[in-house]
């Protein structure tokens, strides 16, 4: 079994799910707070500079999602500035196990890396954000900024 380092915005539902899927299949998992990593264009590169640019982005970022940032017109550099401004603009989670990492948490490539090792997924999408019946303030986290509680969306 591997030792996964998760980064991800404490006290997200989605992020947890994620983490216990992860644990239930025999995983350790190492979480980090995505906010407060000291991240530079080179680590962050590490993880998303194999995709697209559009993919890099939480799709739930309040920002992304009113229009402000279209992820598919924007150039690497302004990507990785904006990224690195706002960690929480970044398509969550990231996982590193050695050398190999991941962004989001797609079951069936997560399956191919890790593997899932048969674990039963919770139903609905496992990237999606998870929050109560008014759609805010449960999402773990106990206070909210604007774009903090917006950003929860798809991990």
Partial sequence: MAVVTFYEKPGCKGNLRQKTLLAAAGHTVQAKNLKTEAW???????FVGKLPVARWFNPAAPAVKHGEIVPENISVEH???LLLENPLLIRRPLMEVGDERMV???PAAV???????GVELPAGDIEACVHGPAGHGSCGSHAHEEDD???CGTH
């Avoid at 530079?40 to 590490?46: D, G, I, K, M, S």
């Avoid at 399956?111 to 090792?117: P, T």
């Fill in 111 to 117: 399956d191919a890396w890790l593997g899932l090792n």
């Fill in 104 to 106: 989001g948490f797609d």
């Fill in 79 to 81: 990507a990785l500035q």
């Fill in 149 to 151: 509680h917006a950003g």
């Fill in 40 to 46: 530079t264009v080179e680590r962050l590169l590490q």
